[in-house]
């Protein structure tokens, strides 16, 4: 099976040896996306939920580049680094997608790369 990478300057550039994202056949696999702001690479400014937000708008720019959008989303794997924010990355993720909802984890974490307090991941299905 061909894979096809996904990449965009509207999301951070890699920091390692992997892609943005990856697509094989009608699935794309898009690879943790950390705080991080695409212009300077740095971490957003604030707290967890400013964290948490620039996490899903790395998302969406990655599942564009790839010709889809948030909602197109099957699965969410997301790592905190202190599961009492929980609640607040719920809060928070739904202002990104609409129901139906993709099927998710959430786990915490000990830590993240540039020290983060939120990471996600996630897989996008394409209907062409």
Known sequence: MEKN??????????IGAYSQAVRAGNTVYL???IPLVAETMQIVDGGFAEQAHQV??????????AGGSLNDLVKVNAYLTDLSNFATFNEIM?????TPYPARAAVEVSALPKSALV??????????
């Open 119 to 128: 990471e996600a991941e996630a897989i996008l299905v394409l209907d062409k």
């Open 56 to 65: 899903f708008k790395n998302l969406r720019a990655v599942a564009e580049a």
């Open 31 to 33: 690879s943790g996306q």
């Open 94 to 98: 739904a202002q990104y997608f609409t």
């Open 5 to 14: 990478i996904i990449h965009t300057e509207k999301a951070p550039a890699a």
